[in-house]
């Protein structure tokens, strides 16, 4: 790792969060828990004018689709930024007094992967009857037409921060449905060990939203399911590397313990049983011991609790990448993965399982990989009274 001051771009979003009489205040963004790799890239702004910034399809050349939380989704050409009409009505609940999307909303956006030969756009959310959803689309003319829901999750919930799609191929892709409640030791609340539910699951379903059925999982009463793992608290940061066809999951843990999984098909990963994080009031969680937790699930490669005084802090993943022939040589063969409690972009190298703080900082939401090698970041915006959330290039200097 180069650790001269050789950098070109760098980000310097901070943070502002409005007060009850909407004077914004600014909080600096704290230092990386990690040591900063000094690499080379410049920095883009291309719009803001976004607010949540969730998902991100590429359309074309300078032409790009993203989904806002907040209910909304532009597409962003020729330097415009547009909102699409007829975006899926959305469930959102905030913070009383800020306007702040804590649960719920418009997740993931995903282009179909033969798009636009195939001219699907699939849109993940939360919707009115508070089921988490999945629609798929065609855009028309800058407007949301022949919509239809393709999977709607069996029973209500309020669980889901971080609903993700990623595709296997062309056929299949995989949905996190996350299930981030606020289980203890002392109350547990068993969801994602649950197969009647859906929440705090991985599933893979096809192109259509039907259940696949070579599936690993079966219902005795229902047949095949359309759930892939489970025991998941909130991935977040959904991969899958087709050359090795290995899907990793990012996981956004409570107060610590955010994990690196490798996907098995049919696997239990433990959450709530087992976990090497805390709640956040400071009592455990994880009722097995780390013995126990590897004969009944699969523990995770990696995982990050940032040491504290008060028991640990968690990285916060929101999304992630795994880089591989970029314009970066610093960041290829590494995972991309935003922390937004720390809002910075960190990288992850999995041969020595090293983390390294970059000088990107902000909340960012999402990032992708271009064709052409440069990487695109969604950021949330920095003020809660406006609506200054950012789509970003980062490109070699």
Known sequence: MKRGRNFVGVIALGFLLATACTKPTVITVPDSPYPISIDKFTTDTLTSGLVI????????????????????????????????????????????????????????????????????????????????????????????????????????????????????????????????????????????????????????????????????????????????????????????????????????????????????????????IFTYGIHYDGQKISSVSEDSAKEISILPEHFWTVPTNDGGQAIAPSSAILVEKSNFPEWNGHFLIPSLAFRRLLKYNPKTEETYGLYLEGRIRNLVQEEDGNILLLVERNNLNTENGMLVRVRKP
């Not at 030969?117 to 798929?136: L, M, N, Q």
């Not at 690993?216 to 793992?229: L, R, T």
């Not at 087709?242 to 313990?257: A, D, F, M, W």
């Open 53 to 272: 910034p969730f998902g991100i399809g590429i359309l074309g050349k300078d032409d790009y689709l993203v989904s806002d939380r907040i209910g909304k989704i532009f597409r962003f050409k020729n330097s415009s930024l547009k909102e699409i009409i007829g975006a899926p009505e959305v469930l959102t609940f905030d913070d009383p007094g800020l306007p702040m999307i804590i649960h719920g909303g418009l997740m993931d956006l995903s282009l179909h992967p033969k798009y636009p030969e195939v001219s699907w756009v699939y849109i993940a959310y939360f919707a009115p009857d508070s089921k988490a959803k999945v629609a798929r689309f065609q855009l028309i003319d800058n407007e949301v037409r022949l919509m239809e829901v393709i999977f709607s999750s069996s029973t209500e919930g309020y669980y889901g921060n971080g609903m993700r799609i990623v595709w296997q191929n062309d056929t299949h892709f995989f949905l996190n449905i996350g299930s981030s409640d606020y289980t203890t030791l002392a109350n547990p609340i068993l969801v994602p060990q649950d197969l009647n539910e859906d929440w705090g699951k991985i599933h893979r379903l096809n192109q259509d939203g039907s259940i696949p059925s070579d599936n690993p999982i079966i219902d005795v009463k229902k047949g095949v399911s359309s759930i892939y793992s489970y025991g998941h608290r909130d991935v977040q940061g959904l991969v899958f590397d087709k050359e090795t066809q290995t899907l990793y999951g990012i996981e956004h843990g409570p107060k610590g313990g955010d994990e690196l999984n490798i996907i098995t098909p049919g696997r239990n990963y433990g959450w709530p």
